[in-house]
């Protein structure tokens, strides 16, 4: 007797997003909320087929934090190009059109989670001066009693 669909597990959702042209990566950034992790990739590429599982495994522990996408840069060469994308993979923290973290290459869970860390942790401290700049923007016009 064969398995109806009903029968068959439904695929896990992947814990990222495919961005498929340069309009779609300039909503994603441009989106309000969580700051973007980009996985610029191609098919062909070994470490890239290496760090899939990786990203994958870390994705969950981000959740609500930080959305993951990946981007073909053989499908999408000029944005390849107009980030200065040299090797793949190549990853970057994103949160509007600001770059707070970039690295290429391959690495170990434990040092791809490590570098993901440090990419938030520049974010807030960035969030925190420009609220800090504000502050004292709105202090300075205040008038003087």
Known sequence: MGSSAADTPAAAPLP???V????ELDGQLKAPGRPVM???YADWCGPCKMM??????????????????????DANPGVSSALQIQ???TFMIFKGNTVYAM???????????????????????HAAELAAEQA??????????
Not at 20 to 23: N, Q, T
Not at 58 to 72: I, N, Q, R
Not at 136 to 145: L, R
């Open 136 to 145: 004292a923007e709105q202090a300075s016009e205040q008038p003087q009693a």
């Open 52 to 73: 899939s599982p990786i990203v994958a495994e870390l994705a969950p522990e981000y959740e609500g934090k930080l959305k993951f996408g990946k981007l073909d840069t």
């Open 16 to 18: 990222w997003t495919r």
């Open 38 to 40: 980009l996985d610029f």
């Open 103 to 125: 690295v290429p290459g391959a690495m170990r869970k434990h040092d791809f989670q490590a570098w993901i860390d440090e990419g938030l942790g520049h974010m807030e401290e």
């Open 87 to 89: 090797s793949i993979p």
């Open 20 to 23: 498929a042209s340069v309009a």
